[in-house]
């Protein structure tokens, strides 16, 4: 998971990045990369309202660069698993390109996606035929899978709470 200055690929920055590893079946907490990135410009207001991380809190931060080198060394070529992955993905990809010439080639397993198909299977036959709205925020996400939630936007913490969801779902879905 990556904690950003905004929702703009483009021009917004990384501020923290959170991974865990899953081995079989459990989250693996205690192999975890936590990192604080320092950005090149100035956080907002509704920035740190968000993720709770001040300008100062970062400035000693890790360049964008060293971080990114740290995270490709902790998942190897591990599948990512995650919760809205792709604006994770491409924000990594933004720092990722010019190191390696490509993107973060790994297999990426979405959690909203499994999530979805999981509510879908247990709807009756005849609501499977029209567009039905399947509520995907994470915090639904939690309580409907009775899993413990964390404080959100916490890039450790959603990691951990992404990682718990695909580890029920893969079994309730027998992945």
Known sequence: ??????????????????????????????????LLVRPE???????????????????????LSVAV?????????????????EFDVAMLNRAIVPILGLGLPQRR??????YHDFKFAQLPPHHQQGNVEIDLR????LADLALPPREAHDAL???VMAAMAFTKLRHVLAL
């Open 41 to 63: 410009r100035a956080v907002s207001a509704n920035s740190v309202r968000i993720h709770r991380l001040r300008t100062q809190d970062l400035a000693e931060g890790l360049p």
């Open 138 to 141: 994470f915090t639904t996400l």
């Open 69 to 85: 080198e740290q995270l490709l060394t902790f998942i190897g070529s591990r599948p990512l698993v995650g919760y809205y992955l």
């Open 109 to 114: 397993i979405e959690v909203s996606a499994l």
């Open 1 to 34: 998971d990556c904690e950003t200055t905004g929702l703009d690929v483009r021009t917004d920055e990384i501020v923290s990045i959170g991974a865990v590893r899953i081995e079989g079946d459990r989250v693996v907490t205690s192999e975890r990369l936590e």
């Open 157 to 159: 913490n959603d990691a």
